[in-house]
């Protein structure tokens, strides 16, 4: 059983034999996940920010990981990456414009994670609301750090930093929506 696993909300990661050290290693596995997604981008023509890999890759590992290690592994990608680890977008640091929706990772990590524990992502459509769910909040952080970045009014920050995004992140939680319960079944099935 894990360190930090409560009693009977189980994710995959509790799956993992293991405690205090299996722990941080999925925490920094997590981050390195993150960054490594990060790195598959594709420019949004006219917004400061790019569609990434970066935001599927931190609702799985909320998912996977739990509230807490996911929590915890996306508090070091965001710690690492402004204090000058090469793992955001484009092998960046230090603080783009991009960097609240980085800091959504970090509480959409942690619901995500929460929820997951609950059964949020053992069905496709529970699935489907867990991380539509996760992406409401890393815009509920983005957008305003958006604003306040580029100089920009609300409707000009949702036309750069969410519209472009939207058939892209339904394409990630569909992605979502197939591998967490598949994850699980094939888990029953040993």
């Given at each position: 059983m894990s360190v930090i696993a409560v009693?009977?909300?189980?994710?995959?990661a509790d799956l993992v034999p293991g405690s205090l050290a299996r722990d941080i290693a999925l925490v920094v596995a997590g981050a390195g996940l993150t960054g490594l997604a990060a790195q598959v981008a594709l420019p949004v023509p006219g917004s400061p920010v790019p569609i990434t890999g970066?935001?599927?890759a931190a609702l799985l590992v909320g998912a996977a990981l739990g509230w807490q290690r996911g929590g915890a592994s996306m508090v070091l990608y965001l710690i690492a990456g402004v204090a000058g680890v090469p793992w955001f977008q484009g092998a960046s640091s230090g603080m783009p414009a991009s960097l609240g929706y980085i800091v959504g990772f970090v509480f959409a990590g942690v619901l995500v994670g929460w929820l997951a524990a609950r059964g949020g992502d053992r069905t496709?459509?529970?699935t489907v609301g867990t991380m539509a769910l996760g992406n409401l909040v890393i815009y509920a952080f983005g957008v305003p750090w958006l604003m306040a970045a580029a100089h920009i009014g609300f409707g000009k920050a949702l036309a750069l930093g969410v519209t472009p995004f939207l058939i892209g992140d339904a394409i990630k939680i569909a992605l979502a929506a197939g591998l967490l319960p598949a994850a699980w079944a094939l888990v029953k099935r040993k």
């Open positions: 009693p009977g909300r189980r994710v995959l970066q935001t599927f496709p459509l529970r």
